[in-house]
């Protein structure tokens, strides 16, 4: 490779391109007196770091499915909720199935972690990338009835029961789902933790909100489309001048 033939554009393409240099092209790039070229390759080896980075991060959070898939279970599934402290809308449950043999999603994080146009883009790589995955959901009169914990059970239940895949083990956030008949495991911040909850947090996550935007077409003063049902507080002089909506919680305190 004669890197001095080349223009330091031919040269950035080149380096976008290359996952790994050999040492020949590496003490080449080393030798060219032109700064640019010093540039490049510094960047080279900023975006290698960053990607071994990511590598070491995403094989941190898939321990507890690789300690699983070592002792036979192939189908470990994921299950978290999004909408717990809401003052609207429902709780929204998400399993994911990830494939054991499948390469990690560069960037999948707890939901909380991510920008709103990182987790949809993340989204749609769930969707393609994952054996099975499944969302539901618990609605605001549910939650009434039951209470916000038991609700949430119930949508990730419910999640459970819709996966194409009948899992062999879950991994759930926070706490066991009562009565699931399935073997079990609770992670205490479990979206940090393991991979499998993680994309299930975004599934949820980003499901719950399209719900929240939708949900705002219709009863347009309370925000929706911006606080997804939180109570932020021109969420509640809202609810103080309108009065609550169907999809309010009526079990929450809506105003101050």
Known sequence: MLFEQMTIAEITRYLEQKEELCPQEENLLR???????????DRYYRRKERNNNE?????????????LWNQGYKLVAGIDEAGRGPLAGPVVAAAVVLDPDAEPIIGLNDSKKLSRVAREKIFDQIVINTRSYAIASASCHEIDQRNIHAASLLAMQRALDKLSLKPDFVLVDGFKIKDCQLRQKALIGGDTVSLSIAAASVLAKVARDKIM?????????YGFIHNKGYGTAEHREAIIQFGPCPEHRRSFRLTD
């Open 31 to 41: 030798a060219d007196e032109r700064r640019g070229v010093a540039d490049l390759l």
């Open 55 to 67: 590598e070491a991060r995403l094989q941190k959070m898939l321990a507890e499915e690789i300690l």
């Open 213 to 221: 935007d939708e949900m705002h077409q219709k009863y347009p003063y």
